[in-house]
């Protein structure tokens, strides 16, 4: 610690002036006043305005004040009075004050907060119960708050509040935040001559950029990414799902340095011409780079693609066919250029100071219909949801940190260790090496023309020479398939769902979608919204490596995570970060349904989609994008410590809970990122009367993107 700033400081209240130079290195945040002597300091006050610093060096507590004036009337304060106690019992108190020429940094304040102490020892929900009446089943609200303890052993309830930033049919500047656009940047427009307004915000990523400046001096400028999935019906009443091209949008955010408030003040649509437009995005996370990773789901199948004459649908999988992207590289239908091989890829979103946004596809992480790609500390590894039925868990391991355009995938098979009738289920992991390849690698492929057929052959019953497979999306169809000579590499990124299950991993999973990651405990989290098929005991399967109960509810899954791992070939791989182990954490609960409709117990979770977690609130953050078994969605917050699930969001009937995002700290602000999407999509399971009721009271064409507020910065 260091010494007194004067040797002939006085105990208690005390006020002496010292010179502006030892304050002129202030820093905003908690970086607090590194030249005064605060260099490990145990608590900051804001004070009107003008910064408070103190550190500890036994037997006195030293503080550096603004004036003299504030010093004293600091001293008096209850709350100070209370904070020492709790913090230093009887210890003797110093105070400095700095001269009005020296500059002191406005201090950065929690929205509900006027005395931040020193750092956060646990947090903890306090969540609220399921809506009951119609008004509430309407609405997106909370009820719901926090307590925060400190190291100091002080508390501090922030009750929750949910902000919507904007909504999808908002303008700004000219821009409405849902539209659609083709690839000359024109909207896109419906039979009435309406633009196609997609109702579907999903992921969001908001960060900071270094030199983005706000035009107003009270706010700090910040970016926010956000996915519009698909378009749930146009003017005419249409169901639009796969066959529009979709978008991103880029608002320009405003955070008020005051009170945390988050402000949309521009949009723009993200140009996503240079990689052949955006085929159906769900949810993303933000890179450790500061980037945003976004996915497209349910990739087109490249088999159906070649063997339909459908070009909306196509073959016995089911799956989307290229028509949307058709109309996004020419609305006129002239010609058709989109090309299969484009999509089921990984957007990477970089933006600069001046808002302007660069898009790259990664074709290195494979093709899947993928939920989203979460990056490890490392800045290396990545796990991978892979939404769908009879889907697939991979792993990419990059080159180099931060940079995804080479690497080598894997993708896992699951070892059984708990006995079938075991709830969710438990197993070791193995790894088979899929391939290593480069973005450019895989990208002249495809401008080659490589076709489905170039890499697989198929036969119509089991065949010598040639695998039986079961594998999604759309439908768990079984072929039969031999691998043509040379086409390894084609085989594990161009058809990486195939090709695993060819190779012996696991394609059994079920509606395998978020992903997120718990540094400190080096585990990785993930969704399955529901285990049935694949994960059911399926002896006439061609392989059946899961067999866990059946549970339509779903549940949150943790793998462990591991240094010194080797593939199934026995090579090493090269990360700390390999999936080792895996096993059911949070279930949810099949009941027969309730007066409401509701298929899944109401104080459990049901159908978990996305997925964030927090390190600083030991907290795993869980949407439910629930189509049945819940009638409102929610937003859960579940402590991986003490094991409590909280209920902190209910969504208007039939929303989904999307945009997930945790930030900790901001600026000295913590958020909970969190969308509604397709509000008024009903379960089936709902009861008559109750959906007469809410009809008239949601807007189906309105969706929200926004957060939950009132959390103070978590250092």
């Known amino acids: ?41 145990v608590l900051m006050l804001p004070q009107g305005g003008n910064a408070t610093c103190g550190y500890f060096a036994a ?89 925060v303890t400190y190291e100091n052993g002080k508390r501090r309830v922030f009750p929750l509040s949910y902000q919507a930033m904007h909504y999808n049919t908002d303008t700004l500047g ?18 009435n001559g ?56 880029l608002a320009t955010v405003d955070q008020d340095k005051k009170t945390g408030k988050l402000r949309t003040v521009a949009l723009k649509n993200i140009d996503m011409s240079s990689v052949g437009g955006l085929w159906i995005p769900c949810a993303g996370s933000l890179s450790p780079w500061n980037t945003h990773l976004g996915s497209e789901e349910y990739e087109p199948d490249a088999r159906c693609a070649l063997e ?16 949307s992207m058709n109309r996004y590289l020419d609305p006129t239908g002239a010609t058709k250029r989109a090309r299969v091989y484009d999509y089921g890829l990984t957007p990477e979103v970089t933006v600069d100071k001046n808002g302007d946004a660069k898009v790259v596809k990664h074709r290195t992480l494979g093709r899947l219909s993928r939920e989203l790609v979460q990056v490890m500390p490392d800045q290396r590894t990545a796990f991978q949801g892979d939404d769908g039925t009879y889907n697939v868990l991979t792993m990419f391991v990059a080159d180099r940190p931060t940079d995804l355009s080479s690497g080598t995938l894997y993708a896992a098979k699951w070892n059984q260790t708990s006995n079938p009738g075991a709830p969710g289920g438990e197993a070791t992991l193995t790894w088979y090496r899929l391939g290593h390849a480069t973005n450019n690698a895989i990208l002249a492929m495809v401008d080659g023309g490589i076709k489905f057929s170039d890499i697989f052959e198929t036969a119509a019953a089991p065949t010598a020479g040639f695998v039986t497979i079961k594998a999604g999306h759309n439908k768990g169809l079984v072929e039969h398939l031999r691998l043509k000579a040379g086409m390894e590499q084609a085989a594990a990124f ?44 399926k002896p006439g399967d061609p392989a059946n490596h899961i067999r866990v109960p059946k549970l339509i509810a779903g549940a949150v899954y943790e793998i462990d995570l591991a240094p010194g791992q080797f593939d199934t070939s026995g090579n090493p791989i090269d990360s700390t970060y390999v999936g080792t182990a895996m096993r059911a954490m ?41 189509s049945t078994a819940h009638i409102n969605n929610f937003l859960w917050a ?12 209910s969504l208007p009937a039939g929303a989904e809970s999307t945009g997930l995002q945790a930030i900790d700290d901001l600026n000295g602000h913590a958020y909970i990122m969190s969308n509604y999407q397709h509000a008024g999509d009903y379960s089936s399971n709902i009861d008559p009367a109750l959906k007469a009721a809410l009809v008239p009271l949601i807007d189906e064409a309105k969706a929200a993107v926004g957060y939950l507020g009132g959390l103070p910065g978590l250092k």
């Not at 900071?208 to 019906?233: C, N």
């Not at 339909?308 to 028509?323: E, F, H, K, N, Q």
């Not at 949810?588 to 104080?603: M, P």
């Open 586 to 626: 949070v279930l949810g609960e099949d009941i027969v349904k309730d007066a409401a409709g509701n298929t899944a117990a109401v104080d459990k979770i049901a159908n978990p989609d996305n997925l964030k977690y927090s390190e600083k609130m030991r907290t795993l953050f869980i949407g439910e994008d629930s």
């Open 1 to 41: 610690m260091p010494a007194e700033p004067f040797a002939s400081a006085a105990p208690s209240k005390q006020t002496i002036q010292i010179g502006a130079g030892r304050l002129a290195e202030a820093r905003t945040g908690h970086e607090f006043l590194a030249n005064s002597g605060c260099r490990k300091p």
């Open 194 to 249: 309406n633009p196609h307004i997609a109702e579907t915000p999903d992921a969001n990523s908001l960060f900071e950029i270094p030199g983005a400046k706000s035009a107003d001096p009270q706010s700090r400028r910040l970016f926010m990414v956000t996915h519009f999935e698909y378009d749930w019906f146009d003017t005419t009443g249409r169901d639009q799902y796969g066959l529009q091209p979709m978008t991103m949008s």
């Open 174 to 191: 000219g821009v409405t935040a849902g539209v659609l656009y083709d690839a000359a940047g024109k909207a896109l427009l419906d039979a």
């Open 638 to 649: 579940y402590h991986v410590d003490t094991k409590k699930l909280s209920r902190i969001l």
């Open 308 to 323: 339909s004459t459908d070009p909306a649908r196509s073959c016995d999988s089911g799956a989307i066919g290229l028509a």
């Open 494 to 537: 161009l058809e990486t769902r195939r090709y695993a299950a060819y190779v012996g991993a696991t394609t059994e999973f079920e509606k395998f979608e978020g992903v997120t990651v718990n540094f400190a405990d080096r585990k990785v989290y993930v969704a399955m919204t529901r285990m049935r098929d694949g994960m059911e005991d």
């Open 59 to 147: 037997p006195k507590l030293f503080l550096v004040n603004d004036t003299p004036e504030r010093s004293n009337e600091m001293m008096n304060q209850r709350t100070l009075v209370l904070a020492l106690t709790a913090v230093f019992a009887a210890a003797p108190v110093v105070v400095y004050s700095r001269p009005a020429s020296a500059v002191i940094p406005a201090p950065v304040q929690s929205v509900e907060s006027t005395v931040i102490p020193a750092s956060v020892h646990s947090v903890e929900f306090i969540g609220m119960p399921a809506p009951e009446s119609v008004q509430e089943r309407a609405k997106a609200y909370t009820t719901a708050s926090v307590v």
